[in-house]
């Protein structure tokens, strides 16, 4: 899990590198259009089977979708309808990027790994689900294991060492992909379990149960770690 002082860290680097931008007349919206058409482009690279490319493509749109974010705050802040488009668009990239994969495994035949990056799909959507429906009942829920930066790392990173490893080797594509992707699947699921734990701890008083002491540490310390977010 990316700590939050990283993700703190990380945003500040990206406000730098947006304040040249100011000038430009460039928009927030603009770059998350942007960041929609590089994911579809990705996906198509990874439908085609070219994992090193694919996988520098899927972490450089994971950093590119930083920057509509960071060119929202240092222009004064975001406008409501931006929050929106960016998370709605943020979710639809990243299901295109998996629709890729879906592609290549389905022209290989392997049904198997075709329903691991279904389960994928589906866990990273509930996840981002769960966190969109607690925060419109007007409770935080950033909590868990495997967000969307972790999502990332890991997709990106297994792509381009398996694509190496198919060239130093010869020998047949997807190994190391489809043992990350499973534990992708096994990973977005448990951290929907944590969220939605979360959610019950937090909603304890309502159903008219004593929080214990270890609920209560769970939701202290999460609430110090959002501050940093």
Not at 41 to 48: I, N, R, S, Y
Not at 86 to 101: K, N, P, V
Not at 153 to 165: K, P, R, T
Request: overall charge positive.
């Amino acid at each position: 899990m990316i700590t939050p002082e990283i993700q703190a860290l990380v945003r500040r680097l990206v406000e730098r590198l947006m304040h040249p931008l100011l000038s430009t007349g460039l928009t927030p919206n603009q770059l998350t259009l942007f960041g929609l058409l590089l994911s579809i482009f990705t996906a198509t690279v990874l439908a085609l089977g070219h994992f090193i490319a694919g996988g520098f493509l899927v972490l450089f749109s994971g950093a590119f979708d930083m920057l509509d974010g960071g060119l929202a705050r240092v222009r004064g802040g975001g406008t409501t309808f931006g929050a929106f488009f960016d998370s709605t668009l943020d979710r639809l990239s990243e299901g295109m990027i998996y629709a890729g994969l879906l592609i290549w495994f389905q022209r290989q035949n392997q049904t198997s790994a075709v329903v691991i990056v279904y389960a994928v799909i589906l866990g990273s959507l509930l996840i981002s689900y769960a966190r969109a429906r607690a925060e419109g009942l007007g409770l935080e829920c950033k909590v868990g294991l495997l967000a969307r930066p972790e999502r990332v790392l890991l997709l990106g990173g297994a792509l381009v060492l398996d694509g190496a490893g198919v060239i130093a080797t010869r020998a047949m594509p997807d190994r190391l992909l489809i043992v990350v992707l499973g534990c992708l699947a096994v990973l977005t699921f448990f951290t929907l379990a944590q969220r939605i734990w979360h959610i019950w701890l937090l909603t304890l008083p309502e159903q008219r149960v004593e929080r214990g002491p270890i609920a209560t540490f769970w939701i202290r310390w999460n609430e110090r770690r959002a501050r940093h977010l």
